[in-house]
């Protein structure tokens, strides 16, 4: 199992920036894809930005130029920082971990944060 507690989310103007943070935690798979994504009421959870071990990324267009993901594979964290940011942006935004073996796909997600961005 792996446990997955984020951080970072809040109140911010528009123009502003927010930097969320993720630790995980347990039996992380050697090669993983971690990522963040994002709840709008009455909406499927969207992806906002993925990192694989390797440091392949991948985001929505939406964010492209204003978000950024890092992550740090000796501490199993993944951060995700957010300039720019837009009413529209608002949203719970949540924390993911997912791998492959010869069993399939295991997935696990934080308890998600807040973002609100006012205007």
């Known amino acids: 199992q792996v446990q997955l507690v984020e951080s970072g989310g809040g109140l911010v103007q528009a123009g502003g920036s927010l930097r969320l943070s993720c630790a995980a935690s347990g039996s992380m798979f050697s090669t993983n894809t971690m990522g963040w994504y994002r709840h709008f009421p009455g909406k499927q959870r969207e992806l906002v930005s993925s990192?694989?071990?390797?440091?392949?990324?991948n985001s929505a267009d939406s964010v492209k130029g204003r978000f950024t993901i890092s992550r740090d594979n000796a501490k199993n964290t993944v951060d995700l920082q957010m300039n720019s940011l837009k009413p529209e942006d608002t949203a719970v935004y949540y924390c993911?971990?997912?791998?492959?073996?010869?069993?399939?796909?295991?997935?696990?997600w934080g308890q998600g944060t807040q973002v609100t961005v006012s205007s």
């Open positions: 990192i694989t071990t390797g440091g392949s990324t």
């Open positions: 993911y971990s997912g791998a492959y073996d010869e069993s399939g796909l295991h997935e696990y």
